[in-house]
Structure formats: structure tokens, C-alpha cells
């Protein structure tokens, strides 16, 4: 199965980076391996934010002159703070789920819980000047990909591979919502291989993938679609039922759903999103 193909089913959200910020400007493009580029200015009285789980890589470059830097950042498994300074300007790449960074040969079993700066890969440290030198997001985006998207594949180099790739498909297309005996009925390999195979490259078992997965649709829900009860949501996500969503709510977030609407302000948070692939506005100053 075509990756590609399941992407626009695919939500990857971090929505504590949008808080922090008084506008999170982002840009999808279509057929991409990113899920999309995003630039963000951390408000003065933030020192960290909270990753949730997604299951994708992220590049985030500071793009501090005189302290310009980059880091290459794997999922995280439960909720994690992460360091940002105070006022700085950040450029992100946010990459589907299941791309390899084949360019840097990085595995995302490499990347679990991880960050590497990309200074310390072959050619990130040009990169990292080129994008902080460069003054505007929309040009920073181009700088990324005329440069690096060549260097994005998946893994259907080996059968072990091509395996992962149909693997992947099937938990994309369902939203998480898949169980791995229905993985093994799909693919016709046990689940003991199936969680090798998985381990292997992704770092993680098939099934906590599937709740990165179908945490970050129930997200998607939550943040956009209103006049719905949250029973409604977690069964429109794949859920088996209200208490399985909260465990899993209060584990990548370490708040319940209540209290993360109250902290989020979603009315708020919506209309800090400007996406440039919507409206025509002037990208924003750095």
C-alpha cells in the first residue's frame, strides 16, 4: 500500500506548540512526506512546551542568529517537556508517519523518546545556516525542499521493509483503529514477527503505534469539531469506549479532556492557526 495515499486520513497535531505561541502559521503541501511546515514564535513566559505523542520525526530549527541551531525529533511515548527559548522564532517540519530519513540514515527506532542535532549529521550544519539565514517562512520551505526532499523514502527497499510499509497502510487507513490479530489476518505473518518487524524500525510495538495513531484522531476531533459529546469522539476515533479513551488521554497529555479544553482555550487556539494553503496573507515576519 502507497503511504502517500492514506496521508490526507492522517492527523499530527501538537497543540501545546500552538499555545505558546500568539500565531502558529503552517503550510501543507499536497503529495509531500510532510505533513506539513509550520513557524511559531515562543511567547516571553514560555521555557517549555509539551510533545504528545504523534508518530512522526520533526526537524525544529531555532532560528536564533547567534545561537542557530536544530534538532531532529523522534515521537515520544508519553507526554514530554521540551526546551525553547523565550521570544525566538522556530521553523518546523513535521513528517508523516512511517517516512525515513534515509538522507541522514536515521531509523525511527533511533529516534523514540530522542532528539539528535542535526549539526552533528552529514550536511545539517549547512542546512541549518542556510534556513536561519534565510528571512521568511514560505522561502525557508522552499530552501527545505529544493534540498532535502530528495532524500525522504520509505521501506520498501527489503521485505522485512515492505512489510512495514503494508503495516503502516493498514493502521493509517483505520486511524489506529486495527488490532494486530487483524493485522496478521491482513498480512498472513504471526504477530510475534509482526511485533519484530515493528520494533525493529519504529521502536515502539504495533499496537502503541495504533494509540498514537487514534490519540492524535480523537485530538483532531476535539479541536475542530464542536456540538458533539466526547463519547461521541472517542467512538468516532476507534475507541472501544469512554474510559479506554481517557487512560490513553491522561497518559499523552497528563490531563483529562475537560481540563485540557480549559488549558487549550480552543475557541482561542483555533484562531491562531493561519494556514497558508487557505487564506492569502503575507507570510510572517521572523
Known sequence: MDLRSVFTKVYTI???????????????????PVAHFYSFTAGHSN?????????????????DPCHPEASVCGTVTENTRVAIEPGVTYFGVRFHPGVLLLRFGIKDADLVNNQLLLSNLPGGRQLV?????????????DLFADHFLSGISDWTDSPSGRLLSALLGLILSRGGGIQVRELEEETGYSARYIDKVFHSHMGVSPKA?????????????????????LVNFAV??????HSHMLRDFKAFTSL????????????????????????????PPD
Do not use: W
Request: charge should be positive; aromatic fraction near 14%.
Open 256 to 283: 483529562s479532556p475537560q481540563q485540557y479544553k480549559q488549558t487549550i482555550n480552543l475557541p482561542a487556539y483555533s484562531r491562531k492557526i493561519i494556514d497558508l494553503a487557505r487564506v492569502n496573507i503575507p507570510p
Open 129 to 141: 545556516e542556510q534556513i536561519v539565514e534565510t528571512d521568511a517562512f514560505t522561502r525557508r520551505i
Open 236 to 241: 468516532d476515533a476507534g475507541y472501544y469506549d
Open 14 to 32: 501538537q497543540p501545546f506548540f500552538v499555545q505558546c505561541t500568539s500565531l502558529y502559521y503552517k503550510k501543507t503541501l499536497l503529495d509531500s
Open 209 to 229: 503505534y495504533c494509540k498514537f495513531i487514534r490519540f492524535q484522531s480523537f485530538l483532531h476531533r476535539m479541536n475542530t469539531q464542536g456540538g458533539q459529546t
Open 47 to 63: 521555557s517549555q512546551i509539551m510533545a504528545v505523542p504523534d508518530g512522526c520525526i520533526d526537524i525544529l530549527f531555532s532560528c
